[in-house]
């Protein structure tokens, strides 16, 4: 299909929406997790850790611990750490920065919940029972709390990193764009705050390590995205070649960024293994999970547009500073820089800049969650409702004005992203209608007019999917027919709630030409799976296809040869292979299947010319030839806010999406529900919240709050094709929920509360912070006064 088109026909893709393949398996409870792994004679881990946020050990007693019947061992950082040989991350390369990456907390510790030593015991209730009998004498120190006052603080995180600064990075000076805000008539800024929140799966981090010493090799199952990723992680931390490790993912209960790369505790797991003479198992629950799991989002930054009389954009700066923990996992500045890179988002901006500055703290380390760069568009797409309501225009009509239309295309936007293949005018219009927003407006109007508070707010946004960079420009497939004309596909894997294994199967199906009940996937065991990246960047749709599409076009020249000649030699331009059955053009009664092909092949093959080939296993590597594919969305939310409780109660939830042709819509549409709840519940509900003193006061579901099906309105979807560069036009859409539903949110709340000259700019909106910031604006003695409101 060329072009963009509207898909309105709900028959249109009715072929593509197969049963996922993995349901009947989960949903009867016979997946295998990691917890589900066990070893003969396997022991069990629990990590002692650091009850204050900053603080010298100065002395470590294990000896009652170790005297507890049924341990069998305690490891401290001098028995861990000297054996570090080598630790980066594939994903960004041997010479990349990195930050400090102790496997346990060695002569300080720098968050609550940092591990000081690892208990190996016969079960995991002795190894808790025995945590709690190691002594560790603390002298507390200072902490570093609050990441936006780190640079200016005596005390240092790291004291190898002065003025707790771990980076910084920008495009030209801001005072460039001095004279274009100075004359401009209208310059709005606001600067915004988004608290830590973090991916929360439902299966919480977990490993079992195996280590044989007959033969150096080392086995782990894990909860990963990306399984080739932790074997070269873990042959280069131990120094073994890389084939002595196998690293086996089966199911896993979710991912979002945060399993894609080892953390401190599997350092610890592989490297305690080569120490003992069995199995170890680590499975976290959920209070170390909130501990040091690692947080996202906790960033703030003053962004700035300049407007001319009509309301077009002239610039957009951003000044932006990330919270990155104690022991961000990666490097944040390598990734964080997409936050400015984007914020000119998909408008029509000639001149922008931006500057980010990365802390380090005494929290949890920043890890990757589901659009790490997502602040651009709460900072964005909030201010530009601000600036419409200084303007004095409806927030649509400013959009309108300076988004991107198709017949720009391709295009850079001002920091040099370049841009192709989008339709954000035609995802805006779409959800616009979707919703009727005029009537929405006049029923807004009538509801304020009888004392009740609803608002509008949406969400555009461009997204870079399938990222070819370093790790990720290539990806690889082996299919196999089996004798019995079968068909196995063999991938990489990280399938972890993405459904990547109905992905590769329907793939595999349409590229050969086989029924999909006749094709099975093996994914993430790297003793039998291509090398490849793993799920991480909204690249999995994408770069599977394009290494599934290469593989099977040559399996498939296999099949038409042998077919051919079993047809009465007839040329393989007049065989037609439809559902693994071979015909003969015009002459349908001749025909030949796929098993019969296989038997022939495998053992017959003495029957068949020297010229043909009987191999029916074919392996292929495709590599990117794009920068990145962009996908793009927009979010339409409505609300109803009571200015007396401050409770929020979502209306109608719209989105509107471009992901090129569509696999299979289940699983897309998938993807949309489960992001768009994970933003919501960033903008309502879910908070890392740590005191003064460092301590986290959010352990446990009592206080982390996530959204539920309760709080959750059903999610309208609509649809927009605009075929990629990439293989089969797909593009990447994994993240983009969780980018669009913030803003989306935060610009409802807004609208509803524009009366009372409310004005949002720190999250999580809770009704205590809306109950708030209606008595600010009280007091401040805007229109409407909250009181009067009531009273009315």
Known sequence: MNGSQQATDS?????????????????????????????????????????????????????????????????????????????????????????????????????????????????????????????????????????????????LVHEAYPGNLVGQIGGRPMADLAPTFDNAPHVVSETYHQQAYCAMPMETRGIVTEWSPSDGTMTIWTATQSPHEVRGFCARLLAIPEHSVRVVMRDT?????????PLREDMCMMIAATKVPAALKWIEDRQEHLLAAGQARHEHGEARM???????????????????????????????????????????????????????????????????????????????????????????????????????????????MP?????????????????????????????RAAGRYLGVGTCTYVEPTAGASALYGTEGATIRVEPSGKVN????????????????????????????ADVSSIQGDTAVTPFGGGTGGSRSGPMTAGAVNQTATELRGRILALAAHLLGGVPVDEVEFTRGVATVKGSPEKQVTLAEIAETAYFKSGSLPAELSVGLEVSGRFRAQHLMLWANATHVCTCEVDIVTGEVKLLRYIVSEDCGPMINPNVVEGQIFGGTVQG????????????????????????????????????ELGHVETPSIGPGGYKGVGEGGA???????????????????????????TPSTIVDLLEEAAQRGAAGAVRTAVAG
């Open 253 to 261: 209960g979710g991912g979002f960024g945060q399993k894609v790369l």
């Open 306 to 416: 300049a407007f001319d009389d009509d309301g077009r954009i002239l610039a957009a700066t951003i000044d932006h500073v990330q919270d990155a923990g104690a022991y961000p996992s990666p490097n944040p500045v390598g990734s964080g820089i997409a936050v400015g890179l984007i914020f000119p988002g998909p408008y029509r901006i000639p001149e922008g800049t931006f500057n980010s500055r990365f802390a380090f703290s005494n929290t949890s380390g920043r890890v990757a969650y589901r659009g790490p760069w997502q602040f651009e568009s709460v900072a964005r797409e909030c201010l530009l409702d601000v600036a419409a309501r200084q303007i004095g225009i409806d927030p649509v009509e400013l959009r309108r004005k300076n988004m991107l239309r198709r017949d720009e295309l391709p295009t850079a936007n001002c920091n040099g």
């Open 680 to 715: 919501i519940g960033g903008a309502l509900y879910e908070e890392l919240a740590y005191d003064d003193a460092g301590n986290p006061v959010t352990t446990t579901f009592m206080d982390y709050l996530l959204p539920t099906a309760a709080e959750v309105p059903t999610i």
């Open 11 to 155: 028959d249109r893709y009715a072929g593509r929406r197969v049963k996922r393949v993995e349901d009947a398996r989960l949903l009867t409870g016979r997946g295998t997790f990691v917890d589900d792994v066990v070893r003969p004679g396997m022991l069990h881990v629990n990590f002692v850790r650091s009850p204050v946020a900053r603080a010298r050990i100065t002395g470590i007693d294990i000896s009652e611990a170790l005297a507890l019947d049924g341990v069998h061992a305690v490891l401290t950082a001098a028995d861990i750490n000297p054996h570090v040989h080598e630790q980066w991350f594939s994903l960004e390369g041997r010479h990349a920065p990195d930050t400090p990456r102790p496997p346990l907390a060695e002569g300080e510790v720098r968050h609550v919940g940092d591990p000081v030593a690892m208990i190996i015991a016969q079960d995991r209730y002795i190894a808790e029972d025995a945590a709690e009998l190691v002594i560790v004498d603390y002298d507390q120190l200072p902490p570093v709390v609050d990441y936006a006052t780190a640079f200016d603080s005596s005390e």
């Open 489 to 516: 596909v063999y991938v990489a894997g990280g399938s972890c709630g993405n459904s990547l294994e109905t992905t590769v199967i329907q793939l595999t199906a349409d590229a050969l030409g086989v029924d999909i």
């Open 419 to 447: 841009y192709s293949d989008i339709t954000p005018l035609e995802t805006f219009e779409q959800a616009l209608e979707i919703l009727d927003y005029d009537a929405f407006r006049r029923e807004q109007e009538q509801a």
């Open 739 to 765: 980018i669009g539903a913030p803003p989306a949110v935060i610009n409802a709340v807004a609208d509803a509360l524009a009366p009372f000259g409310v004005r949002i700019s720190r999250l999580p909106l």
